[in-house]
Structure formats: C-alpha cells, structure tokens
C-alpha cells in the first residue's frame, strides 16, 4: 500500500498545539495515518481519535499506530458521526481537531479505486463501501443534475456539451478509461488535461458528497471543541476552502471561535516539488473561545 509525505505536516503540530497533559484529539480523516502518527510521536500522554470512512486506510493506520494502540483508537467511519462516536465513548469535549480534506494517495493511485483518469479501473470513484459509485451514480442522474455538477465542483467551461456527452453515453462508461476517451473525442486537445482533471474531480467530489460532508463535520467538531482547543483544516479546492473560511468567519463574528492565521498558510516551493500533490492545499486554523 502507498502513502505519500502528509501535507504541511510541520504548520499542522504547530497549529494543533498538543499539549504534554491529558488532552483528547480527532484526527478526522486519518488517510495513511502521516498526521496522525507524527501527532502522536510529539506528544506522551495525549488520546488520540482516527476516523476514516475508508477501510483500507483504517487497517493501513491500524498496522502504523500499533506502537501507540493504548492511546490511539480508530473508527471506520465518516467524519459527520464525530458527534455519536463521541458520544458512544462518553467525551463531551476535545482538545483538538484536525481535517485533511479530499482523497489520499493511496486512492488516486489505485487503479482499481477508479479515481484515475491516467489509470485503467471500474468507474468507482467511491471513497466508503457504504457510498454509490459512480458509474451507479451517473446511471440514476438526469442530464441537468450532471451539467451542474461539472459547473459547481469542477467549474468546467464547456459543462453543458460534456455534461451532455456523459448523459447520453453514461450506460457505456463502466471505467475511467471509457471516460477518458469519451472526453477525448469531444474536448479540443489543448485543454484536455485540464478539463480531465477538473471533471474527474467534479465527479469524485458528487460521488462523495464532499462539500455536504464537511459542512456538517466542520459544524460537529467546533460544537465539540473545549475552550482553547483547536481545529486546523487542509483544503485542496476551491469550494471546500470558501466552506470553511466562511464557517470560521460566522463563527468568529459570534465570538465563538478566533481564526489563528488571517493569510491561508500554503505548502512552500520545496515541499511542492517533492510532493506536487500539495500544491493546491490550504491551511486554515481556528481557536474555540466561549464553549456554548
Ligand atoms: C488527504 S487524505 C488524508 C491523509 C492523512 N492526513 C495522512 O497523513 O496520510 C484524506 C482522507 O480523508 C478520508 N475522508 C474523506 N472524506 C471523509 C469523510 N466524510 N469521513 C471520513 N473520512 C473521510 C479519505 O478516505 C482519505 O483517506
């Protein structure tokens, strides 16, 4: 299994600001646990919550926290029931929060996830079990349900004639290379690469319910976090950075949280070249004021 190098790793044990004390964190979206077990090799005697909704990356996280299993304790599950798997294990409160948004490594470069468009794999493009994939999905979509998705979430230029391409082909595409070639024959070749991506993404983002998913987890976990404690959260598009600066912002504005960076902190260039994935990702950080 791979995983890559996690993403502004060094701002994240900044911002979260383990304390050495008993303190209780969530990492939210464990992926191939990188955050997760520098967090916890940086503290002693903090608890740690891992959730993914990916089982595959929970076994892979289970096999890397082994050294830390008495204080390390991981659910396979979504980030939206942070509230009930807190409730289930009697925590009102935490000390820390941390959201590494979008998919990892190991599920873009998994053919067999179908996340790819480089690679050859059933049109799955679902990160949980429990999610319909995408080829499910686009059988049960209308055309104008589609046409919005690729505007919306991949803010793809020509999404009417694409959108519509993909509607009326969408019995025929059963994996990402019967997309690719779809989008191949009716996409000028000069923003190919471009607009593979953005619809690729636009599609995973539907297919997930990503932008849905992290507005309610994002609300949970500042409901759920103790006075001083703090909520850190990398983004990687555009949508998802505009849900949370604007959740921060309305939570400030009622005194209920302090936003600790007022510039987003971004990857420098060296990190960038050894890992180009994280040359979209934003940082944003906040701090729990009054508990309510
Ligand atoms: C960018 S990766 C996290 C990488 C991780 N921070 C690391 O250091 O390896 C994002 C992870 O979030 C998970 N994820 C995305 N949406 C989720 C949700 N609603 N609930 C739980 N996990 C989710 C994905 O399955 C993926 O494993």
């Known amino acids: 299994m791979t995983f890559h190098q996690p993403v502004l790793l060094d701002a994240v044990v900044q911002w979260i600001n383990v304390q050495t004390s008993r303190g209780i964190y969530c990492d939210c979206t464990v992926g191939g646990a990188g955050h997760l077990l520098a967090l916890l090799n940086n503290s002693v005697d903090a608890t740690f919550i891992g959730i993914d909704w990916d089982p595959e990356a929970i076994a892979y996280a289970r096999a890397m926290i082994m050294p830390h ?49 480089d690679r050859s794999g059933k049109l799955l493009m679902h990160m ?18 589609i046409i919005q998705v690729l505007k919306k979430y991949g803010d793809v230029r020509s999404a009417r004639k694409i959108g519509t ?34 619809v690729f993404q636009a599609l995973r983002i539907w297919t997930n319910n990503e932008l849905k998913n992290l507005e309610t987890g994002l609300t949970v976990a500042l409901a759920r976090l103790k006075q001083h404690g703090r909520i850190i959260v990398i983004s990687y598009h555009s949508g998802e950075d505009r849900i949370v600066k604007n959740l921060f912002r309305e939570a400030q504005k009622r005194g209920e949280v302090l936003i600790l960076n007022k510039k987003v902190i971004r990857p420098s260039k060296d990190e960038v070249e050894k890992n180009p994935r994280a040359r979209s990702a934003k940082l944003r950080a906040g701090e729990k004021c009054v508990v309510s």
């Open 128 to 145: 949980s079990p429990h999610t319909l994939p995408l080829a499910e999905k686009l059988n049960q979509a209308q055309r104008e349900e």
């Open 69 to 117: 299993k008495e204080r390390c304790f991981l659910f396979e599950d979504s980030f939206v029931n942070l509230g009930l798997i807190l409730d289930r294990l009697k925590i009102t409160y935490v000390d820390g929060v941390l959201f590494d948004l979008g998919v990892s490594y190991h599920q873009v470069t998994t053919p067999e996830r179908g996340f790819s468009f």
């Open 165 to 198: 391409a993909i509607f009326e082909n969408k019995r025929s595409l059963v994996t990402t290379l019967d997309l690719r070639n779809l989008l191949e024959k009716i996409i000028p070749r000069r923003y190919l690469k471009k607009n593979l991506h953005k």
